[in-house]
């Protein structure tokens, strides 16, 4: 394997421990990093070589759990999936997401986030109990149905939309780009009944219209969810709702065995079976 | 639902802003050229067009109509600012009870302005 040049790196990491700081400060590290290392890649080189003390949070370090959320040079991003290099030339200022509690170092306190998201009830919500209660069957839904709501089912929840939005910067009340990108991916799932549930919260003075259409969460989401549109998917549906002029949309049936599905055309029939009734 | 119900009146009285205003500009600063609801010699502006324009009974509700979504817009919008400014909920709570009260007290002058304006018009045109 070939040999790669290193760089030194300043990291300005803020650090903060509630139970003895009285406010964050900065401490700076000078770090070898190599073309390739993440920013994930360079805190756990502090840890292991420099400061044993450091606290941040992380899982799977490829971009799926949403743990790694932190403010590199000024821009929400998590660190696992952001190269060093890309972002920083001799310095790197790292920091805990904004609009949260601080717990310790570059972990933010989550939990007024994920509080808003189940105050929205982030679930298929379907008018009938008894057919909630049975598992039995499957839901029809259309490309055209999925591709609706698809895009906003790919957030993970980091908070990244979270720390960059300037109108939860001054308004903690507010809901925030995260919990209104999932309610608006419920509300638009074919199968889901429980918008006039959730309008009471998004349409509430703390909700959708709070929003000024900043955009930053749209920049700032790693998956490329864009939480700014939904918001404005919301807004739109919550004034037809308002005026009444929203088409009634009753949630697609539930499909109990093989047979009851409309078959697209020109799809070949499936084999017969091998085996068993 | 407030948040829903606020915005939608605020878009729809930016709607009306925009015909009733549009329809103002017509006959202000194209009165000279088209004489619409401006019947007699002179400017749109006139003291004989004006008088001609408030004893209409169209235009004084027109003129009503202007200021109260007028009022009712830039107040929403004037609110809608001061609410970023990191206010404790007890002082946005104040600030939309005393906006609400300066716009019901400007409605009120403005409207017994429009209905003043029409009865002096309508007076002087008996003579």
Redesign the interface.
């Known amino acids: 394997m070939p040999e790669t040049s290193t760089r030194q790196i300043n990291f300005h990491v803020t650090r903060y421990n509630p139970e003895t700081d009285r406010a964050p400060y900065g401490k700076t590290y000078a770090i070898p990093v190599r073309e390739g290392m993440t920013v994930l890649d360079g805190l756990h080189y502090i840890k292991d070589n420099l400061d044993s003390t450091l606290a941040w949070r992380y899982s799977c370090r490829m971009g799926i759990c949403g743990s790694c959320g932190m403010l590199l040079n000024g821009r929400p991003g998590l660190a696992c999936n952001t190269q060093i290099l890309h972002i920083a030339d001799a310095n790197l200022a790292v920091g805990p997401l904004p609009n949260f509690e601080i717990i310790r170092d570059l972990v933010p306190d989550l939990f007024t986030m994920f509080d808003k998201h189940r105050s929205l009830q982030p679930y298929i919500l379907r008018n009938d109990e008894a057919e909630i209660n049975d598992v039995a069957g499957e839901f029809y839904q259309s490309p055209e149905q999925l591709e609706s709501y698809l895009q906003f089912t790919y957030c993970i929840k980091c908070g990244c939309c979270m720390g960059a939005c300037p109108t939860l910067a001054?308004?903690a009340r507010y809901l925030g780009p995260m919990p209104l990108t999932a309610a608006q991916r419920y509300n638009s799932d074919s199968r889901d009944e429980g918008r006039p549930a959730r309008?009471?919260l998004t349409?509430?003075?703390?909700?959708?219209?709070?929003c000024h259409y900043a955009g930053e969460c749209s920049r700032a989401c790693p998956k490329g969810v864009d939480p700014a549109r939904a918001i404005q998917f919301l807004?739109r549906r919550?004034?037809l709702?308002?005026?009444h002029l929203a088409s009634r949309r009753t949630g697609c049936k539930k499909l109990h065995g093989p047979g009851q599905g409309k078959p697209l055309p020109d799809i070949a029939p499936a084999p017969k079976r091998t085996v068993g009734p | 639902m407030n948040g829903t119900k606020y915005w939608t009146w605020h878009m729809a009285a930016g709607v009306v802003i925009v015909f009733v205003l549009g329809l103002h500009m017509l006959i202000m600063h194209m009165g000279g050229v088209s004489h619409l609801y401006a019947p007699n010699s002179g400017d749109a502006d006139s003291l004989q067009n004006s008088l001609f324009r408030d004893g209409q009974l169209f235009f004084t509700v027109t003129y009503i109509l202007l200021l109260g979504v007028a009022l009712y817009h830039g107040l929403y919008g004037l609110r809608t600012m001061l609410f970023e400014l990191t206010l404790p909920p007890a002082a946005e709570k104040a600030i939309t009870v005393v906006l609400v009260l300066v716009g019901l007290g400007l409605f009120c002058l403005g409207s017994w302005a429009a209905v003043t304006a029409h009865s002096i018009a309508l007076a002087g045109a008996r003579g």
Not at chain 1, 203 to 210: D, E, I, L, V
Request: neutral net charge; proline residues 0%.
């Open positions: 001054t308004d309008n009471g349409g509430a003075s703390t909700g959708a219209f709070r807004k919550l004034v709702d308002y005026l």
